[in-house]
Every structure is written in C-alpha cells, then in structure tokens.
C-alpha cells in the first residue's frame, strides 16, 4: 500500500497541488510568528548590548536602582580591573536657537570604555564640551563648533558653565531603545549633574579588565568587593555584578516584563490560518477519496484490508503535509529575512538581526503534518465505509434525517444559543471576557450548523443566475449538487471574511464613538496656549501669537483670542474667567447648543452649581452658569461683562500668582498686564475633512508662525488623528493577518472547482456534445464559482458586522457610549474581492474544461 500512496502523490501531484499551498501557506504564517519573537529578542539583545560592547563586567542595582557613588573608585582597585566607570544619565532640555528638544545627556567615558563612534568632529574633552548623535545635529541644523544650551524657555536649567556648551563631535546614534525619540547627548559629569541637581545618579558601573586578567576570578573579587562596601550587594537584595552577555540578557527580560504579547497576538491569527487550511485540506481528501471510490473498492476485491486503504489514505497525507510544512517553513524564513532587511533601512530597526530557533521549524513542520492528517482522517475513514459491491452509490450528504445530522444540529444550536447568551452578556455589561468566549461558541455553532443553511442559500442565489440562460441555470444545480463539499469550500471562506468584516464594523465603530466623545468633551478643534510672564520673566517671549497671524496658516478657518480677566471666588482653588467676543465664539465652538450671552458665564461639564460669584474691581458679583456639554472648557464672560464688573483687584491677582500683596490699585484693573502675567488661550477651527497629514502640518504651521512649543498646541483635532491613526494601522496589520486565511480558503474554492471538474469530466463533454460552446462551458463554471464564493462572502459580511458591533460594545461600552457603524464601503470591497477571486479562481479548471474534446471526454473511464 506504500506504494500505491507513492504512486497516487506521484502521478496525481496536481490533485495535491491546493492541499500543498494551503499547508505551505499555514505552517509559513506560525513559524514565522515563532521566528518574530525570537528576532525581537535577538534584536534587542543586540540593540542593547551595543551598550556594553566594551565592557567585560557589568554592576547594576535591583530593579534599575542607581549604584552608590563610592563603589566606583572601590571597584576601580580590585585587582585585574583596568578601568571603572559610573555611567549616569539624565534627561532635560537641549535649547539650541530658538528650538528646544528633548534630550538625554550621558556621561562621557574614558578611552578603554566608549561605545560611541565619532564620526565627526573629536570625543567631549572637557566640562564646557558636549557631542550628539549625527540624526538629531542633522534636524536641529548643528554642526561642530556650534553652541547649545541646557533647558530653554520656562524650562530653563541654571548653569555653572557659563550657559553655552560647545559641540566638538557628531556621533552615530545610539540602538538602546531608552533613547528612542530624544537627542543623545554626551557631556560630563558635571553637566549631566545639573539635571539632577547636583546628586550622581549611577545607572550602572562598567568594567574594563586589565589585559591577561582572568574573567572569573576578577568577578569573584568584585563580587567581595560589593559585599564589603554594600552587605549582601552580589546577592538580591543589593548589586548584581554581571558579565557584558548576561546582562544584556538582563536587560531584554526586564524590557520585555518576561511577556511575549506579540507572538501571544500572532499566534492566535496563526491559529485561525490553520483552522481554514485543515477546513480546505478535509475538503480536498474528501473530493479525492470519492473520486478514487471505484478505484479503492476494486483494491477491496483483491485484497486489501480496510486498514491498508485507511493507511493509504493517511501516508499520501503525511507526505503532502511534510512537503508542504517545509516549503511553509522556508518560506517563513524568505518572509522574516525579507522583513529584517527592510527593518535595516530604517533610523529605528538598523540594529535589526534574524533569528530562526530551532523551535519554529520543528513546530512548524509538527503542526504541518499533524494539521494534514488529522484533516484526512474522516476522509480515510470514509474511503473503508462503502462496501465494494456498492462503491458506485453516491454518498449521501449531510442532512437532518440521519442520525448524525440530528446530533449535529443538536451540539450546533446548543453552541449557538449559549454562546449568542454569552455574547449579549458581555455587550451588556461591558464585559470583553464573555463576549470572547460566547463569540467563540456561538461561531463554533454556525460552522457545525453551515450544512443546513449554506446549500439552501447557494440554491436561493443561485436563482438570479438563471436569466443567463443554460449555463447559469447548470451552474445553479452544479453549486448544490453535492451539499457537503460545497459547504466545505464556502465555510472555509466564511471564517475568514467574518473575520475581516468584524474588525473592520469594529474598528468604524470604534472611530465613530471616539470621534463623538472628543466632540463632546472638547469644543474646538485646536487650542493654543501662551504662557505668561509671572515667575519666568527671563524666558523668551513666542514671536507672535494673535489672531491674524494664527489665520494665515493653511487650515485655520476661524480663531478667537481668550483673555483671562476674572477669578471665582473659591480662596485657594480659584478659577480663571476669560472675556470673549460672542459671535467669535460662535464661529469656532464645535459644541452644539453653547451660546455666549451676556450677565451670565458659560462653563464647562463639571461646573454643576447653578451660579458662581466672581471677584471683580467694583465688588463681588454673583452670575448664573450655563455649563456645556465639554468637558475641556474655559469659562467665558463677555468683554460688556467684565468691563461693567471692573476687572480683577490687585489682591486677587496677587493671590492667584503666589506673589506678596502689593498697594498698587492699577495692578488689579489693568487688563493686558492680567492677561500678560497669566497668559492667554485662542480657540481654533480648522477646515473640514483634513486628514492626519493636514492637521500635523496645521500644527507645524502654526509653532512655525508664532514660536510656541507644539506641546501647548492640543485639541481633539490632534487626538482625532492620533486615535484614528492607530484604528487604522491595527486594522491594516490585523486584515493582512487575516487575509493569509482568506487567501488559503479561496485555494481552497479554486481546488474545489478544479477537482469537480476531472470528477465530471464525461458529464461536461455530454454537454458539449449536445451543443454547449466552449464558452458557455467556461461561464457555467465561472458562475459556479462566484456562487460559491460569493454566498460564502454575504454570510460572513452579515456575521461579521453582528459580531463587530457586540464586541465594540463589550470592548468600548465601559470606556465611552458605542454608537454601532458599517463601514459600507470597505465591506462592499471585500465582497467585490470575495467575488471576484472566486471568477479567478474558476480561469484554469474552465480552460482545462474547455479544452477537452466531447469524443475524448466521453472515451475517459
């Protein structure tokens, strides 16, 4: 029997050829989502061990604590220790022009112990001299020569060095991913202190061993020269002391919590790429084992037990299986290679570097096998259940009459109502746990209940296929004809678009509800913050900051000016009032129903009380509150307003800046000086329909134009396009992810097909020779096809967007009110592919249809 399974793979290869590719493509997505994990850590083993590339030990505190002082200059005479350094780090502002960035500033190192390569310019000298990394000198427009400064405006650091630090060097950047997004500076100690405010704070002390020095043994004296200046300091609690690759492996532990969550997300796509890869492979087997019935029963007549052809059956499994599990795995290895190059290109993943563990390509290939045979086993046992004398009977379909498809209906609305419960459950109460799991069984039980309601459907679509004359009406009887492998081929691809549907209904209802709760708490689109001169009169002034300046950036509509001009009389919890024009509020507020009126304020959310009493110049003076929907809202009177309240008194003003109480009376009244000490506020309404790329440019526009920091630029605008940002890459990476499973299904339709095809072979040709073109032989079979695929498509879109919106509900429903959206537009997308893919997939068994003579066709056996 081995080989006559030898024989069958041999001379039927292409029968296999779809079984093949839907391994080879399910095995390649779990190793490389095994290889992803062990390629993150390899990278960042390798990212941050640059760190320590020059060190021989390592001494660190517990829990990234910082190391004493004094162990240094203790450690620095341990003999065999050439060199010891304290590397202490701290984070502040690099001014540089009128520019200020965030900056970490290293400690320089002596010669024996620098990682960092100079690649213009000379290495830090001295305390005044500082270098950066060549990335960040070549944004910020600094060169060699050039001077920067600590802090910068209202985050100005004092300095002992006179102010200006001198750039000597440019260095290549960093790959320790702490330092991601920040300028990397290298200063001394001194500078560095500063920002400490005058206190080391050692990160780690490395270690340079004297030449010969034994590795071991001058770690064992270190490890005793801890104990001596920190009891306990080479045991936890206390100072660890470690060689350069152990605590490189240290490092990534801590940095990765001990969790992999990534590879956990992977795999579980993974797994659904093989659920829909064993679906087409049963399918497949199942098509083949009843096209081999006569052949199987003719093998029963000589001889062969049942077991022989269950065993048949099984090793051409087996052997399609290993073939594919390992072009799947050497695929997987292509597709990460490929992925780690690209990742080299980049600024963040130079340091990137492949790691193919052993564990991927024996799971990978494991699950491959196991996948095919577990798949083939109904099949193999189908081919013993017919007696050879009755290997011509056509096997009955799956149904509700016999026996097995009364428990199959039973176990399939039993999952189906329990889990549909235990979805409602977590809608309602906002549970993700049981929405989960009840989503889960309940698809469970559609899959089980799919022989009962797909065929029927098929049939009912089929119907509009009937005014295409004598192929679409064949066609419509073809689909149906064998209920059980049409209901495989299309449950296959049912699971995957559910899928892609669901995310994507998921990921609109998402945005929606997020864009309503922005609109709801915020009022306006941007808001620009100016602060004022109390407590930093030394800090530069912004540019320009005023109406006319903020309209002429591109995508400003209408901007308003705030002026702070009042308190509430709340003693130490205070508030500012700001005066405003009401019809310029009018033109910028987003909230609906807000209206500035005169002898009233207009507050936010959180204001409940009923009025307010404010500290004006002419005594207090109590005004009703109109509270708006937002919740981010500055109080607002009328300019009419405070000038008939008559400004703040000097007392309150004072109090309100922690200043001492003066005498001066003007203080209070003078209104620019109040806005001046306090600063100021402008509201801004951007133009409609601007993407992530326009408001980022308005943003930029508008630090260009006034010299404010972009982080006193904020509004829902900015967080809109941050939120959907992310909506949309997680919903990318997850319908990439998915489309492995749909394009294996859809394998699995084009098989379906084909097989049909040879199966009917004398069938097409009787038709042929009773007069159906070739070119109605070619769209009875494409019309098939899109049948298949497409009823398989409009049942997965409707579960889809059921499922998208209870779990959006059970996902968001705690965090803010779901508002349920179908994104029409991107669902008709996935039909018209569905569909689409289905009229390709019907291209090559129509041709190889078309092409068979009907005397050649009726003369096959």
């Known amino acids: 029997m081995l080989q006559i399974a030898l024989a069958q793979v041999r001379v039927h290869a292409r029968r296999f050829l779809a079984v093949g590719l839907a391994v080879m493509l399910g095995v390649a997505f779990l190793s490389a989502t095994l290889m992803v994990g062990a390629t993150t850590t390899a990278s960042l083993g390798r990212s941050i061990g640059a760190a320590y590339a020059t060190a021989d030990l390592v001494i660190t505190g517990q829990d990234g604590s910082d190391v004493p002082a004094d162990v240094v200059d203790r450690l620095a005479a341990v003999p065999g220790v050439d060199t010891a350094h304290g590397l ?56 060699p020569g050039d001077t920067v ?22 260095t290549t950047p960093a790959t320790d991913p702490s330092l991601s997004g920040v300028v990397q500076v290298l200063a001394s100690v001194p500078v560095v202190r500063e920002l400490t405010g005058g206190e080391p704070a050692i990160r780690n002390v490395q270690l340079a061993l004297s030449p010969g020095a034994d590795a071991a043994v001058v770690q064992e004296a270190v490890a005793a020269a801890l104990e001596e200046s920190v009891p306990g300091a080479s045991d936890a609690p206390g100072l660890t002391v470690r060689t ?98 690209l990742a080299r290109g980049t600024d963040f993943g130079s340091f990137a570097v492949l790691a193919v563990p052993p564990s991927s390509v024996l799971i990978g290939i494991a699950v491959g096998v196991l996948m095919t045979l577990l ?34 209906l039973a176990t399939g609305l039993g999952a189906l109502l329990l889990g549909a419960a235990l979805l409602l459950l977590g809608a309602v109460t906002a549970a993700i746990g049981p929405a989960v799991l009840g989503g889960a069984v309940s698809f469970l039980g559609v899959v089980l209940l799919a022989p009962f309601f797909i065929p029927a459907s098929v049939a009912a679509v089929g119907r509009l296929a009937r005014p295409l004359g004598v192929p679409g009406t064949l066609a419509a009887v073809n ?23 669901m995310m994507m209904v998921g990921a609109q209802t998402a ?88 002898g009233m304020v207009l507050a936010p959310q959180t204001w409940e009380q009923a009025e307010v009493t404010l500290d004006g110049g002419n005594g207090p003076a109590t005004l009703p509150v109109t509270a708006t929907d937002a919740v981010f809202f500055q109080p607002l009177i009328t300019r009419a307003t405070a000038e008939r309240l008559g400004g703040t008194p000097p007392a309150a003003l004072q109090a309100y800046l922690g200043e001492p109480t003066g005498t001066d009376p003007a203080a209070g009244t003078d209104t620019d000086g109040f806005a001046a000490a306090v600063g100021s506020t402008f509201w801004l309404r951007l133009a409609d329909g601007l993407d992530a790329e326009g408001v980022a440019e308005v943003q930029s526009g508008i630090v260009a134009a006034t010299g404010v920091s972009e982080y006193n630029v904020v509004g829902p605008a900015i967080e809109r396009v941050a939120y959907n940002e992310i909506i949309d890459l997680m919903l990318l990476i997850v319908t990439a992810l998915l489309a492995v499973a749909v394009l294996i299904a859809l394998i699995g339709v ?41 009823v398989a498509a409009l049942l997965g879109s409707g579960l889809g967007i059921v499922y998208g919106w209870l779990g959006a ?36 068994p129509a041709r190889r249809a078309a092409r068979l003579s009907p005397v050649a066709g009726l003369a096959a056996d």
């Open 809 to 844: 509900q059970a996902a968001l429903g705690g965090i803010t009110p779901v508002s349920p959206a179908v994104p029409v537009g991107q669902i008709g997308a996935v039909l018209l592919v569905a569909v689409a893919a289905g009229l390709l997939a019907s291209v090559l």
């Open 750 to 790: 084009a098989n379906t097909l084909s097989l049909s095809v040879l199966e009917r072979r004398r069938e097409n040709s009787l038709l042929r020779a009773l007069g159906l073109t070739r070119a109605q032989l070619r769209g009875m079979l494409a019309v098939e096809a899109v049948l298949v695929a497409g």
């Open 511 to 598: 945005r929606t509800s997020f864009d309503r709760e922005l609109d709801e708490n915020y009022a306006v689109d941007l808001e620009v913050r100016v602060a004022g001169t109390s407590g930093t009169s030394d800090a530069p002034a912004p540019a320009r900051v005023d109406v006319p300046t903020l309209l002429e950036v591109d995508g400003v509509t209408t901007a308003v000016q705030l002026t702070p001009v009042l308190l509430t009389s709340a003693g130490d919890g205070a508030q500012l009032v700001y005066t405003a024009d009401p019809d310029e509020i009018a033109g910028v507020l987003r909230s609906e129903g807000a209206e500035l009126r005169d």
């Open 149 to 170: 400064a600590l802090g910068g405006g209202a985050d100005a650091a004092p300095t002992d060095l006179g102010g200006a630090l001198t750039v000597t060097g440019l």
């Open 375 to 408: 798949a083939a086993l109904v099949p193999a046992r189908a081919a013993t259940r017919v007696a050879p004398l009755a290997a011509l009977r056509p096997t009955e379909p799956v149904g509700t009459a016999g026996r097995r498809g009364r428990i199959r």
């Open 479 to 501: 689909a149906v004809r064998n209920p059980a492998r049409t209901t495989a081929s299309s449950a296959a691809l049912l699971v995957g678009v559910t899928l892609v549907t």
């Open 244 to 341: 350069a690759p152990e605590q490189t492996l240290a490092d990534v532990a801590q940095l990765s919590n001990g969790n992999d969550t990534l590879t956990g997300i992977l795999l579980a796509f993974a797994a659904v790429a093989v659920l829909v890869a064993g679906l087409v492979i049963s399918n497949t087997f199942s098509v083949l084992v009843a096209q081999r019935t006569r052949e199987l029963a003719l093998l029963r007549c000589v001889g062969a037990e049942r077991r022989q052809i269950r065993t048949s059956v099984l090793v051409e499994a087996t052997i399609v299986g290993l073939a594919g599990a390992v072009l799947g795995v050497l695929l997987a290895v292509g597709v990460m290679a490929a992925l780690v190059g």
């Open 88 to 143: 202490e780090r701290a984070y502040g502002r690099l001014a540089s022009g009128s520019q200020t960035s965030l900056a970490a500033f290293t400690t320089t190192a002596p010669a024996d112990l620098r990682n960092a390569e100079v690649t213009s310019g000379s290495y830090p000298g001295s305390p005044g001299e500082v270098a950066l990394d060549e990335d960040s000198a070549e944004r910020l427009g600094i060169s």
